[in-house]
C-alpha cells in the first residue's frame, strides 16, 4: 500500500483516535528533534476504546490510506486501543516501519519490574483484547498481571480535568485493587494517561514505577530509523509538524499547546471517511 | 429522500448517537403502545456531543438515508445535540414527520416555569448551540435562561454509575453556579441525562422541575400522528421493537435492558458509513 523506498526526509506519521496521541508526539519531538512529524487525530470518531475489533480495524486502514498519501517514512499507532486490536491486521499492508505502543511498554514494564508484579490500566478494548497479559507473559510466563479498564479517564483528561478532586476520587475507584495486588510497576496503556500521571503517582504511591508507552515508542522508534537508515540527514533547516484531525481542528490546536507546550498555529480537517 | 403516503402501519424510526435515545424509545412505548418502533444507535461514532455541526449533519444524513430503506412513518431525532445541529439543516430531505427533543423540552419548560427562570444542561454542542437560549427568548423574551454543558454525563451514564458518589460530585460541579441562580425549572436536554435524574434532582432539590425531554417528545409525536392520520390502525398483533446499531450491538441489548426494562433478544449491527 505505502511505497518502498521512502527518503529519509521524508515525514513520520503519527496518528490516535483523538488527541492523547499528542503525548507521544511530544516524546518523539525530545529524542527525535530533528524530524519532520504528522500527526492525524481522528476527532470526528473519537473515542475508539468502547468500540468494537472490527470497527477499530476499519477506522486504522482507513488512516493507514491517509498516511499513503503523505509519503510518510514510518508510521507510529500513537493509540494504546488501535496497537492492540489494530496492528497485526494491518502490518503486512504498509511497506514503511509501523510501530504501536503495546510492545514498547510491554517491554519496558518487563524490564523495569523488581518483583514480577505488573498492572495494566487502559481502555476498555485495550485491556479486553488480552494483549498486555500474553506479550508479558510472552516474556515471562511467571509474571503477575493485574489489569483493569479506566473508561472515564479519557473523558476526565478532555475535559481537562488533569488535576482535580473528582479524577482523584476516579483513580482511586478504578487504581485500589490494583494497587492492593503489590504490583511495583503500571503500564499507562493509553495515551491520554501520562496527562494524569500525577494523580495516578498519587494514589498508587512513590514506590511504583510509571511505563508511559509514548517515551518507551519514542526510544523504539529512534533505534528502528537508525538500524533502517531512515533517521533524517538534512539537519539544516527546523523541523516541520503538520497537524490533521477529522473534526474540529481549532480543538486540536487548544488540547495540543497543553499537551505539547508549543503554538499550533493551524491544523486542517480532512474526510477520512473518503480514504 | 423518504416516499409520501406512509402506511400507518408502517413503523416509527428513532434514532440518536448512541444508547441515551432508548430512553426516548421507553417514553414513546409507554405514550404509544401498539406502534411498531425501530431504534438505531451510531454507537461506531458516539459521542456526537463534543463534534462540529458538519460533522453531525453529516451523520444525520447516513441515518435519514437508513431510515429511508425501513420506510418509517415518523422520525424521531432522539439526541440532544443532532436535533440542536442538523434537524433544520435535513427537514426538508425528509418526507415523513421529522421531530426532535430541543422543542418539545423548550415548550414544556416554558408552561412549567413559574418564576421565568429556566436552566439548560446539555452536551457541550447542544449548548454551544445557542438554539435553548433562542427558542425560549421566541417564546418569551423576558425569560432568563442559564445553560451548562455537562460532558461528562454522558461517559458517567455509559459507565453505569448512575447512582454514585463520583456522579454526585460531578453533579455538584456542574449545577452549583445554576441552582445559584435561582432558575425553578432545569431541561436535561441530552436524552442520557433522565437515567441521571435522581443525583441532579438530589443537587437541584425538590423545588426545581426537571423536564426529560424524551417525556414531552412522546406526548407531541403522538399528536402529529393523530392529526396527520398515521396512528397506526391494526392494533389486534403485539408491537414491534426492532434495534440497530453501528457497533457491537450486544452492548445496545445490555444497555437497552437497563434503559428500556425489557429483554432486547437481539440487535442487527449496520454499516452506516455507507448509507
Redesign the interface.
Known amino acids: 500500500m505505502i511505497r518502498e523506498g521512502s527518503h529519509s526526509d521524508a515525514p513520520i506519521g503519527i496518528f490516535d483516535s483523538g488527541l492523547g496521541g499528542l503525548t507521544v508526539m511530544r516524546e518523539i519531538m525530545r529524542v527525535l528533534p530533528e524530524e519532520n512529524l504528522i500527526y492525524f487525530g481522528d ?4 473515542p475508539y476504546g ?3 475489533r472490527d ?1 477499530i480495524i476499519h477506522y486504522v486502514e482507513q488512516i493507514l490510506h491517509f498516511m499513503e498519501e503523505k509519503e510518510v517514512k514510518a508510521i507510529v499507532v500513537a493509540c494504546g486501543t488501535a496497537s492492540a486490536y489494530a496492528l497485526e491486521s494491518v502490518r503486512h499492508k504498509v511497506s514503511v516501519p509501523i510501530l504501536g505502543v503495546v510492545r514498547p511498554g510491554v517491554r519496558a514494564a518487563a524490564a523495569a519490574t523488581g518483583n514480577g508484579r505488573i498492572g495494566v490500566i487502559g481502555t476498555e478494548a485495550s485491556v479486553n483484547s488480552g494483549l498486555y497479559e500474553s506479550l508479558l507473559h510472552g516474556i515471562d510466563p511467571e509474571l503477575f498481571v493485574k489489569s483493569r479498564a479506566c ?2 479517564f479519557v ?2 483528561v ?2 481537562g480535568l488533569w488535576r482535580d ?2 479524577t482523584t ?2 483513580a482511586k ?1 478504578y487504581l485500589t485493587e490494583i494497587k492492593g495486588t503489590g504490583v511495583d510497576t503500571l503500564i499507562m496503556g493509553c495515551t491520554h494517561y501520562p496527562l494524569l500521571s500525577d494523580t495516578i503517582r498519587e494514589v498508587m504511591g512513590p514506590q511504583v514505577t510509571l511505563v508511559n508507552i509514548g517515551v518507551e515508542t519514542a526510544r523504539v522508534l529512534s533505534g528502528i530509523l537508525a538500524v533502517q537508515g531512515l533517521t533524517k540527514r538534512t539537519i539544516d533547516a527546523p523541523p516541520v509538524y503538520r497537524f490533521y484531525s ?3 481542528p481549532e ?1 486540536l490546536c487548544r488540547f495540543g499547546e497543553s499537551a505539547l507546550r508549543m503554538e499550533i498555529p493551524e491544523a486542517v480537517r480532512i474526510s477520512i ?1 473518503d480514504y
Open positions: 476527532t470526528a470518531r473519537v468502547s468500540k468494537s470497527t473508561p472515564l473523558p476526565l478532555e475535559e478532586e473528582i476520587m476516579v475507584r477529522s473534526d474540529a480543538k471517511e
